[in-house]
Protein backbone atom coordinates (compact mmCIF):
# COMPACT_ATOMS: atom_id res chain seq x y z
CA UNK A 1 0.00 0.00 0.00
CA UNK A 2 1.62 3.54 -0.83
CA UNK A 3 1.14 5.77 1.87
CA UNK A 4 2.78 8.67 3.83
CA UNK A 5 2.46 8.73 7.57
CA UNK A 6 2.67 11.58 9.89
CA UNK A 7 3.47 11.31 14.01
CA UNK A 8 4.64 13.29 16.00
CA UNK A 9 1.98 16.15 16.97
CA UNK A 10 -0.19 16.75 19.76
CA UNK A 11 -0.40 19.74 22.24
CA UNK A 12 2.34 22.07 22.96
CA UNK A 13 2.05 25.20 25.22
CA UNK A 14 3.15 28.54 23.35
CA UNK A 15 6.69 29.05 22.87
CA UNK A 16 7.05 25.30 22.60
CA UNK A 17 8.67 23.13 20.11
CA UNK A 18 7.48 19.55 18.08
CA UNK A 19 8.76 17.81 15.38
CA UNK A 20 6.53 16.11 12.82
CA UNK A 21 7.62 13.04 10.89
CA UNK A 22 6.43 11.86 7.56
CA UNK A 23 7.40 8.38 6.17
CA UNK A 24 6.69 6.78 3.20
CA UNK A 25 5.60 3.45 2.82
CA UNK A 26 4.95 1.52 -0.68
CA UNK A 27 7.30 4.11 -2.53
CA UNK A 28 10.87 5.82 -2.21
CA UNK A 29 10.58 9.01 -0.75
CA UNK A 30 13.67 10.46 -2.88
CA UNK A 31 12.04 10.34 -6.15
CA UNK A 32 9.49 13.08 -4.51
CA UNK A 33 9.45 16.61 -3.19
CA UNK A 34 7.64 16.91 0.02
CA UNK A 35 5.25 19.58 1.27
CA UNK A 36 3.93 20.02 4.66
CA UNK A 37 0.33 21.29 4.74
CA UNK A 38 -1.62 22.95 7.59
CA UNK A 39 -5.81 23.16 8.32
CA UNK A 40 -7.15 25.25 10.49
CA UNK A 41 -10.63 25.08 11.48
CA UNK A 42 -12.28 27.03 9.16
CA UNK A 43 -9.82 27.74 6.76
CA UNK A 44 -8.19 26.64 3.25
CA UNK A 45 -5.51 24.32 3.66
CA UNK A 46 -2.50 25.92 3.21
CA UNK A 47 0.93 25.52 2.35
CA UNK A 48 3.67 25.71 5.10
CA UNK A 49 6.97 24.34 4.14
CA UNK A 50 8.49 22.36 1.35
CA UNK A 51 12.19 20.70 0.71
CA UNK A 52 13.17 19.41 -2.59
CA UNK A 53 14.14 15.88 -3.74
CA UNK A 54 17.52 16.03 -2.39
CA UNK A 55 17.09 18.64 0.15
CA UNK A 56 19.40 21.29 -1.28
CA UNK A 57 16.03 23.38 -1.42
CA UNK A 58 13.39 24.72 1.01
CA UNK A 59 10.72 27.21 0.89
CA UNK A 60 8.33 28.57 3.80
CA UNK A 61 5.57 29.98 4.31
CA UNK A 62 6.31 33.96 5.42
CA UNK A 63 4.89 33.36 8.83
CA UNK A 64 7.40 30.26 9.68
CA UNK A 65 10.10 31.81 8.60
CA UNK A 66 12.84 31.50 11.13
CA UNK A 67 10.48 28.87 13.22
CA UNK A 68 9.86 26.01 11.35
CA UNK A 69 12.80 23.95 9.53
CA UNK A 70 11.93 21.12 7.13
CA UNK A 71 14.52 18.18 6.48
CA UNK A 72 14.81 14.86 5.01
CA UNK A 73 16.50 11.54 5.41
CA UNK A 74 16.31 9.66 2.47
CA UNK A 75 18.00 7.23 4.00
CA UNK A 76 15.14 6.41 6.53
CA UNK A 77 12.57 7.68 3.90
CA UNK A 78 11.01 10.40 5.98
CA UNK A 79 10.36 14.15 5.80
CA UNK A 80 10.47 16.17 9.42
CA UNK A 81 9.04 19.07 10.34
CA UNK A 82 10.78 20.38 13.74
CA UNK A 83 8.75 23.31 14.97
CA UNK A 84 9.75 25.88 17.48
CA UNK A 85 8.31 29.18 19.15
CA UNK A 86 5.13 27.72 18.49
CA UNK A 87 1.94 30.35 18.53
CA UNK A 88 -1.88 29.18 19.23
CA UNK A 89 -2.22 30.54 15.47
CA UNK A 90 -0.17 27.09 14.46
CA UNK A 91 -3.19 25.62 16.05
CA UNK A 92 -4.29 23.03 12.81
CA UNK A 93 -4.30 19.77 11.39
CA UNK A 94 -1.16 19.07 9.45
CA UNK A 95 -0.33 16.95 6.35
CA UNK A 96 2.39 15.99 4.16
CA UNK A 97 2.38 15.48 0.83
CA UNK A 98 4.56 14.23 -2.03
CA UNK A 99 4.79 15.16 -5.37
CA UNK A 100 7.06 15.20 -8.36
CA UNK A 101 7.82 18.73 -8.89
CA UNK A 102 8.90 21.11 -6.19
CA UNK A 103 6.65 23.70 -5.19
CA UNK A 104 7.19 26.72 -3.34
CA UNK A 105 4.89 27.48 -0.67
CA UNK A 106 3.99 31.33 -1.42
CA UNK A 107 1.57 31.38 -3.33
CA UNK A 108 0.14 28.30 -1.76
CA UNK A 109 0.17 25.12 -4.06
CA UNK A 110 -2.63 23.73 -6.08
CA UNK A 111 -3.30 20.46 -4.06
CA UNK A 112 -4.09 18.23 -7.14
CA UNK A 113 -0.43 18.41 -7.97
CA UNK A 114 0.60 15.90 -5.12
CA UNK A 115 0.76 12.30 -6.05
CA UNK A 116 0.38 11.31 -1.77
CA UNK A 117 -1.23 12.78 0.93
CA UNK A 118 -1.20 11.50 4.65
CA UNK A 119 -3.75 11.23 6.88
CA UNK A 120 -2.81 14.49 8.74
CA UNK A 121 -2.18 14.67 12.56
CA UNK A 122 -3.11 17.32 14.70
CA UNK A 123 -1.23 20.28 16.31
CA UNK A 124 -2.69 22.04 19.33
CA UNK A 125 -1.07 25.47 20.81
CA UNK A 126 -2.21 26.36 23.77
CA UNK A 127 -1.43 27.00 27.50
Known sequence: QLQLVESGGGLVQPGGSLR???AASGFTLEDYAI??????????????ASIDKN????????????RFTITRDNTKNSV????????????????????KYFWA??????HQSFDYWG???????SS
Open 20 to 22: LSC
Open 35 to 48: TWFRQAPGKEREGV
Open 55 to 66: GRNTHYKDSVTG
Open 80 to 99: YLQMSDLKPEDTAVYYCAAS
Open 105 to 110: VRPSPP
Open 119 to 125: QGIQVTV
